[in-house]
Every structure is written in C-alpha cells, then in structure tokens.
C-alpha cells in the first residue's frame, strides 16, 4: 500500500513534467515554420526545387530542425573551432568565468555595504533613497556607462596584446553592479534581524567591535546574507547574456546575438535552453549550499 | 555597617513612547551589601526582567539613580556577571567557545594556557566537562543554563546577577541545580542578586528575600530576613516550622498586592459603535443594495416609532 503510493507519487512527479514538456513542443511544432520543397518548371524550361517556409512563424525552427542544427554544438561541446564558432560548454565555461568574477566582486562591495545599511539608521537614511534608485537601473543602461568609467583601462601582455580592456572592466562593473543588490538588501534585513538577546550578550561580555562583528554580527545574520548570495548570483546571471550581446564577447550570450545576426534561428532556441539550464543548476547549487547552513 | 555594593534610589521606569508610556517599575529603593544573596520574587510580567537589566546597565532608568560603590551605573561592566533568563548563548559556539568569549574580554593579558585553565575549572565546577565541545542546540535546557551560569562566574565578577536562572526546567532539574549553585555559592561568597518568581527557591537559597509587588506599576515590598542555618538541606528544611512561617509570610505578602491591585483597578465599559445589521436581503453582486455595518456615531438621524 505504502510502496505502491510511493510509486505513484514518483511516477507523477515524472510524467507529469514529461507531459508538460511535450506539450509545450508540440505547441511549438504548430507555430514553428514548415519546409516545403516543390518542385517548378521555370521560364526556359529547366526544373527547380524552390523550397518555401510557412507557418504561423515562418522562420521559427521546428524542434527537429533545431536539434540537427544544434547537434554538433551539443555533441561536440568543448570543440572550438573558431572565437565565436566553439562548442556549447565552452561558451557556457567563457560566460560561467566572467559571471564568477563579477559576482564575487558584488559580494565584496555588497556585503559590508548591508552590513553599514543594517547597523547605521544615519547611514541606512542617507543611502536609501540612492540604493531604491539605482536598484532597478537594466543592466543594458549601466554598461555604456562602465565603458566610458574605464574608457582608459588597457592591460597588456608582454606580446602586446590586449588582456583587460575597456570592454572587460565594463563588463565586470555591469554584472557587479546589478548582482549585489539582493545581497546588500538581505544583509541589511539580516543584521535588523540580529536578535536583542544576542547583542545583549556582547554588550554585558564587554566585547569589542570587531569582535561582537566577527562572534555575533556576522554568524546571526549568515543565513540571510547566503539568500542574498543566492539571488544575485541568479541576477549575474541573467546579466551576463546582455553584457555579452552588447559587447560581442564569446560566450553564450555573445554566441545568441551572432547567430541571430546570422540568421541561424535555431542555435538561438539552443542557446536559451543551456542559459536556462545553467541558470537553474546554480540556483539548485546555491539553495543546497544555504539549507545546508541553516540547518547548521 | 559598609557600604552598600548595590544600591537603587527611587528608581523608576517605563516603556513605550510619550503618548502609550506604561510605567512597570515604580519606586524602587534597595541596597545590597558584598557578599549578600539576595532574591527578588515576582509574578510573571511584574518587571523583574526590567529591574535586573538595570543593574546590569543594560536599561537606563527614567529616574533615580543605580549605583555601584555609590558611582552610577552608565552600562555593562565586567565586575557584574548576568545569567540571563533565556541562557543566551551563541548557538553557533561550543561551550568552551561561549565561555572563552568572556574570559577573552575580561582577562585580555592573560596566557592562553592560563585561560584554558580557567575556562576548564569553570566548566568542572558546574559539571560539563563531558560537553564542552558540543554546541548549544545539542545540550538540554539544564545544561545550557549550566553552561550560562559558568561563563557569568568565569568572569570572575563582584556581583552576580541571575534572572530566573532556573524557571524555565523541570523541578527536578531545579533541584539539583538550586544545590550546585548555592554549594558554588558558599564557597565563593560573591554578591548575588536571584530573581526568581518560586518563593521556597528564594527562602532555600538567600540571605534577604524582597517580594516585588505585582501593584501597577510595581514596587518592592517589605524585605524578609532568612535566619535559616546554612548549609540548608532541602528535604529537612520542609519540616521546619521557621521556613513555613518564612514561607507564608512570603505569599501572603505577594497574594495580598494581588488582591489589592485586582480591586483598584477600574475599567470603562463602552459599548461597540455599531448598529444591527440587516441581513435579510442578500448580499450578492446583484444586490448591491444592502449597506455596510452601520455606526451610531455615523447615523444623521434616527427614526423611532412612536405608538401612538
Ligand atoms: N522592550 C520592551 N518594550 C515595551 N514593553 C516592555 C519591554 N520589555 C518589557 N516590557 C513590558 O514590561 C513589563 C515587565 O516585563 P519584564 O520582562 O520585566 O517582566 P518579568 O517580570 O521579567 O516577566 P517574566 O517573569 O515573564 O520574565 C511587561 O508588561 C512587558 O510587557
Ligand atoms: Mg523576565
């Protein structure tokens, strides 16, 4: 009885996501444009196939035509065959590298900035309304303005090539910029948080700054500090295709901006589906990581 | 006779903001001489917690003064201890590490061997040797408060200030701990101050015993001297006839400002400002033609039916 409920639910709990995945493909399917090859007599008599697509949306890619175009990329993920031509993980792993750098960056100026909103009314006053502005600035507006803050950074190497440009610091500044959010807003609730009884005891031990910092602040107010981790790291995320779009750096979103321009539809519809992906593996990474604490 | 180590003046205090300002503690005048064990003992919600937190400067008084060798109290110092009434301990350090928190603060010069030494014996002296690695969460409640008290008394402070340190265990628990403490207590002779709302802890364990009067706002009443022999043996002192008189002495006190303060209390009634309302028509989106609640105060003009 037992085991056969089990069975059930896990049955469920695989087919039903199977359905719906189905379903939204075969919706895709009707939508998705159809080849069709007829076969004419031109005006000197010769034969030509003239192949036409039609369709709801005639150039959408039909879910079969989008696996064969994309099979290579998939099949073949570390292939790199030219700078914007390279197997699907190798852009995921270009993009995941510059998401790492600019995500840890908001961490290092988002952390302390929470901790000074939580633990300053005068500071938390001050700031707010700065922070509630600059919060829901896209990150498609911030990138001209990190290239014209660093117009004048050229990091060379001993060949002369360029290793850290204008474009990168940008980029690295967009992604920090808009990611740390979610951590300065979760840290400074986390430290408001602290309970009373907590800082009592720091008061009555007579502990110093640092120390009631480092032994009370900083562990009480963990498990709200890791949510804001979590969601910004979601947010680099979905910053770095557009960062990448606007400045044609290879990665997966650099990647889905040339295919477009090259008409190859389907590799967008590849690339949207590895973003998702990614973005999902991390978020369940994060999660992982911050029920592990507070259980802890 | 000496100085007082602790003395309150006419203290007063209350919380809230202008407008909503209850007052909790009214009055208050005591004086504590070194080495004296004195209890506090109050109903729930009298204050007590307010009246310790400002011996500890936790809590500033709205007026009066709390002093410690005649100089104000102006916040927290190392020479009081405070066992506070929930433990309060950092669940993220292990016991040796919520202990040496203290010691680190109090005795910054010293050796670490020396101040694992001394973390050790105070970890000895309230019998958690076997758990001094272990974290909070996997201790039981008489051992966390165990533990609570050993980082107030590795503090080496003059004056320990308990709140409820045992209210919130099992009565045997209460027991065995009620003897360690005064046991640690005879030995040592520091100052205490034990606020406790169960009157036999108060006469087993203290020199003086002050009911805190549940009047509102509170005030402390007349203080009992407890003349019972030490070392007191609880299963004996039952049967004292000295400790029953003390005893009912004690709640009489305590019943009586009860009683008292349930009698002046006077409440004006009003009646809810609403009117009947007429549910016999229904109240669908069809019907939108039934009214709100009414309110008296909100009604122009009332029809009375006058037979004639
Ligand atoms: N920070 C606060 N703000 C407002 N009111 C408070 C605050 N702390 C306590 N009070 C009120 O003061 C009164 C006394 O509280 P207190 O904690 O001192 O009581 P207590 O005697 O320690 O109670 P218990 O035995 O339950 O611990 C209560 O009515 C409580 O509601
Ligand atoms: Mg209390």
Known sequence: MNLNLFQKFKLESVMLPALAILGCCLIWYVIAGKSVTTVKTDDWGDTVKVTKRSGISADLPTPVETWTASKAYITDPFAKRGELDQGILRFTWLSLKLVAQGYFLALLIGTPIGFLLGLSKKFSMAFDPIIQILRPVSPLAWLPLGMILFSGVKVMDAGGRTTFGASDAAALFTIAICAMWPTVMNTAVGVRAVPQDYLNVAKVLKLSRTKTLWKVLVPATLPYMFTGFRLSLGIAWLVIVAVEMLTGRPGVGGFLWQQYNANSFAHIILCINVIGLVGYVLDRLMSLAESKLKTA | ?308
């Open chain 2, 1 to 308: 006779m000496s100085q007082p180590i602790l003395s309150l003046k006419n203290v007063s205090k209350g919380y809230g903001s202008k407008g909503a300002r209850t007052e909790v503690l009214r009055d208050i005048s005591l004086e504590v001489r070194e080495g004296e064990f004195v209890a506090i003992v109050g109903y729930s919600g009298s204050g007590k917690t307010t009246f310790i937190n400002m011996l500890a400067g936790l809590l500033k008084p709205d007026s009066g003064e709390v002093l410690l060798d005649g100089k104000p109290i102006t916040g927290p110092g190392p020479d009081r201890g405070l066992v506070f009434q929930n433990y309060s301990l950092l669940p993220w350090l292990t016991v040796t590490e919520n202990i040496a928190l203290a010691v680190d603060s109090v005795f910054p010069t010293w050796s670490q061997e020396q101040k694992s030494a001394h973390i050790a014996k105070y970890i000895a002296m309230v019998k958690l040797t076997k758990a001094a690695g272990k974290l909070p969460r996997e201790l039981s409640g008489g051992m966390r408060q165990r533990v609570s008290v050993a980082r107030a008394l590795a503090m080496d402070s003059r004056v320990l200030l308990l709140d409820e340190p045992l209210s919130a265990l099992d009565a045997l628990t209460r027991a065995n701990l009620q003897d360690d403490i005064s046991e640690i207590w005879q030995s040592s002779r520091k100052t205490v101050v034990w606020i406790t709302n169960d009157p036999d802890e108060a006469i087993l364990l203290a020199d003086r015993v002050i009911p805190l009067l549940p009047t509102a706002p509170a005030t402390l009443g007349q203080a009992i001297d407890i003349p019972l022999a030490r070392p007191r043996d609880r299963s004996a002192i039952n049967h004292d006839p000295q400790f029953k008189a003390l005893r009912n002495q004690l709640i009489n006190l305590l019943l009586a400002a009860k009683e008292k303060s349930r009698t002046t209390v006077s409440k004006k009634l009003v009646l809810p400002d609403i009117l009947p309302e007429d549910i016999s028509t229904p109240n669908s989106i069809q019907y939108l033609t039934r009214r709100g609640p009414r309110r008296r105060s909100e009604e122009k003009r009332e029809e009375l039916e006058v037979a004639s």
